[in-house]
């Protein structure tokens, strides 16, 4: 279970958006889309799903930038993919 998020860090992070902006979340978005993903799940309610979030074409994007991660993975003998 994680633990509650403190008002302190929810003003840190509203300061850090603050400061660096939407630009940042995108190159978050566009270089970690499994990371990004998680990220937004964590702060959905609980019963939202990725297709209540994601567009069909951002959907098809995000799986296929897996899709090729997985398979250089497995073309380099790595067994987990992060």
Do not use: W
């Not at 003003?11 to 978005?29: I, M, N, Q, S």
């Not at 964590?42 to 994601?54: F, H, L, R």
């Not at 250089?72 to 992060?82: D, L, P, Q, S």
């Amino acid at each position: 279970m994680a633990a509650p998020i403190s008002k302190a860090f929810i003003a840190a992070l509203a300061e850090t958006f603050a400061e660096l902006g939407r630009g940042t979340l995108r190159t978050f978005r566009d270089d970690e889309p499994a990371d990004y993903a998680r990220t937004v799940a964590d702060y959905m309610p609980k019963g939202a799903t990725p297709v209540e979030i994601y567009s069909d074409d951002r959907l098809e994007a995000i799986c296929s930038q897996l899709a090729a991660r997985i398979e250089k993975a497995a073309r380099n003998g790595v067994e987990t993919v992060h």
